[in-house]
């Protein structure tokens, strides 16, 4: 039986970064950026006010006090999105508000604030200038957030919230990324019914097509659902041909030890398997192997196990082929509030509930560890990890914690 790491490094030298695409800004959230982006304009294009108040010249502010203010002529008022129509001179202010233009002859910009501005009524015609500002106060420069010609992204960047304004501040609605992955879902068993349908006696939900379909679109891939196969040899063949135009292949059961597991069988003769089993609790069943050149990877059946392989070995498959570079999920310390019992010689993924405490976490388990036990799924947000190496750990330890997510309030 191979090891965790062993595992996934077999996987990832059978998966590639994937091509690029051109799309929409908006739907490229979370995938890598495969173009250097270079501003054509400068942002802001123009030097524009950082504040409302008025535009004038500092040196006509020289020694003002509340107690001595200067009073200045108000020539025109400025708009963001107008362009100023006179200068000014000696003596005189025009107001401005927040984002427009600086005016000719202006080199700074005095808030209201610090004006008797807010004590008058009416058409403003002069202004009292409470306070001395230096040059270029409350100015923003000409392409101080991005210059015209530079590298306002470079290729490789994920892009995020803050990637997808930025290059809409320079105009771009398309951009080039790597395209995302398309993954087939096929679970396995006779005993399975879509959630469409009424439930037989002796049959469950196919819940795992969800859970997975779920973490793809989570980790950015696309998922192509195709359904349920039976436990039979015709049924298996003519639902893996349904996956061949596709990225990756997962399924869902069908390889553990059982009479009725077919999946190894099929895949061995139809493709090839690269590995079988890994020393992990849960989720040793896991298969690896290729069909027809397609990389798939043979999830156990038992809802958790299905959803903890999923999460250490399909998402960082989806991230590298999506050209992310750091595929690893955070892991923290913790104290471990249970013991937790190793006695098969496998690494343990505990599921628990990390909270922290007077700066400190801690990780509680959320109770049964069966792998059948999905909901205990939902009321985790990490897994405490137990060496194979390690007969167990016991409450008050210091353990690594894979976290599944950061909300601490679930
Ligand atoms: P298997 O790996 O096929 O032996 O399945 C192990 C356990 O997981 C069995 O109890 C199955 O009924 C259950 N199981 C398998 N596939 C699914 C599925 N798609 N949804 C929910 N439970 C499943
Ligand atoms: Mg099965």
Known sequence: MISVEQALEKILSYVDVLGEDERPILDCLGQVLAEDIYSPINVPPLDNSAMDGYAIRSIDTQGVSHQSPRLLRVID???????????????????????????KGADSVVRFEDTDEPQRKGNITEVGILREVKVSSHIRRAGEDIAQGSIALRQGTVIRPSEIGVLASLGRSMVKVIRRPVVAILAT?????????????????????????????????????????????????????????????????????????????ILAREGEILFWQVRMKPGKPLAFGRIKGIPHLGLPGNPVSSMITFELFARPAIFKMMGKKNLAKPIIEAIVENPVVNN??????????????DGQYFARLTGSQGSGVLTSMTLANGLVIVPEDKAGVAAGDTVQVMMLDWNEEI
């Open 77 to 103: 008022t400025v708009t963001a999105g107008s362009i100023p129509r006179c200068e000014v001179k000696p003596g005189t202010a025009i107001r401005i508000m927040t984002g427009a233009p600086i005016p």
């Open 189 to 265: 068993g006779d005993e399975l019914v879509d959630i469409t349908q009424p439930l037989p006696p002796g049959k469950i939900y196919n819940s795992n097509t969800y859970s997975v379909a779920a973490l793809v679109m989570r980790y950015g891939g696309v998922p192509k659902i195709i359904g349920i196969a039976l436990d039979s040899e015709d049924s298996l063949v003519a639902k893996l041909r349904m996956a061949l135009d596709s990225d990756m292949l997962i399924t869902t059961g069908g390889v553990s030890m059982g009479d009725y597991d077919v999946v190894k069988d």
């Open 344 to 357: 098969d010689g496998r690494r343990i993924f505990a599921r628990a509930v990390v909270e922290k405490r």
